[in-house]
């Protein structure tokens, strides 16, 4: 099923049970939220979309590797019910070969993902390392059966006629072991290009930084080519974080995460997609 709905101005949403967008990167084979279109155009990159669950097991993340699509519209009111298959998890291979799982090697690796996220003055160091390491030994990321399944449903109503997104999702049920539940709302990191906050700070490219807290009530991403932003706000009992990466044809993506504790059942939060001038 591939679903779009329009928003004001030329901006749509696009929904699909398979993949969509961001071919050549390595995250084609996730499932993907809905996807930001501004007059035609697929602004996500390698972006996940919008309220897309992602589970962590102390450094190891799962990922979704389909969903189940459901949908009605009242008006201008559109339901739309995501029920996520969280079953991935990254693995490295050699270019044109097979996948390769020295326990040792994927510790290293997520760890560094970890130290990475927590330390904002060695990103730079750590993403050159990253790079240099994937080059001199062939290496490409992929996704692997993580060896469960773990469902999330996550619901939609969207306003065409205002751009304003009320994400709701379910987190019963969750697998032994989850340590966080991050609800991630990304686009593509070369189309989005700005962070502007209700602070007045205003970031442009590489000063946004890769993971770092919002400290303001509400924030934004904004398209200083396609004239488009989506904004979110701080929400009770979660943690708000920001980000935005580039490297070659391996990341692009810019957006938020909600990072949850696994004790929490239900989590909801606002959306808006709207025109800049």
């Known amino acids: ?50 309220g897309v669950p992602i589970l962590k097991r102390g450094i190891q993340t799962i990922f979704p590797g389909g969903m189940s699509l459901a ?19 990254e693995r490295l291979a050699r270019q044109g070969g097979s996948s390769f799982q020295p326990h040792l090697l994927y510790t290293a690796k997520d760890s560094l993902a970890a130290l990475h996220r927590r330390s904002p003055r060695l990103r730079g160091l750590l993403t050159a390392a990253s ?17 469960f399944h773990a469902p999330i449903e996550v619901r939609c109503t969207v306003d065409g006629g205002s751009g304003r997104v009320d994400v709701s999702l379910t987190l019963t049920g969750l697998p032994d072991g989850v340590t966080e539940v991050v609800v991630m709302n990304e686009q593509g990191g070369r189309s989005f290009d700005l962070y502007v906050d209700s ?36 929400t009770d009992g979660a943690r708000l974080r920001r980000g935005r990466e580039l490297v070659g044809s391996r990341l692009a993506w810019a957006g938020f995460g909600y990072s949850l504790p696994p004790t929490v059942t239900r989590f909801g939060y606002d959306l808006r997609i709207e025109r800049t001038s």
């Open 199 to 234: 602070s007045g700070a205003a970031l442009h490219g590489p000063e946004i930084g890769a993971w770092d807290d919002v400290p303001a009530a509400r924030a934004a991403f904004v398209s200083t080519t396609d004239c488009a932003m989506f904004s979110l706000g701080q």
């Open 131 to 147: 790079s240099t390491l994937r080059r001199a030994f062939g290496w490409v990321t992929t996704f692997e059966d993580a060896g």
């Open 71 to 89: 949908w009605r519209r009242r008006g201008r009111l559109w339901d739309v019910t995501a029920t996520y298959d969280l079953c991935l998890v």
């Open 1 to 50: 099923m591939d679903l779009s709905i329009p928003l004001p101005e030329g901006l749509a949403l696009r929904i699909a049970d398979e993949a969509a967008g961001g071919d050549h990167y390595p995250t084609r084979r996730l499932q993907k939220g809905p996807l930001l279109v501004a007059d035609g155009r697929l602004l996500a990159e390698e972006g996940v979309g919008f």
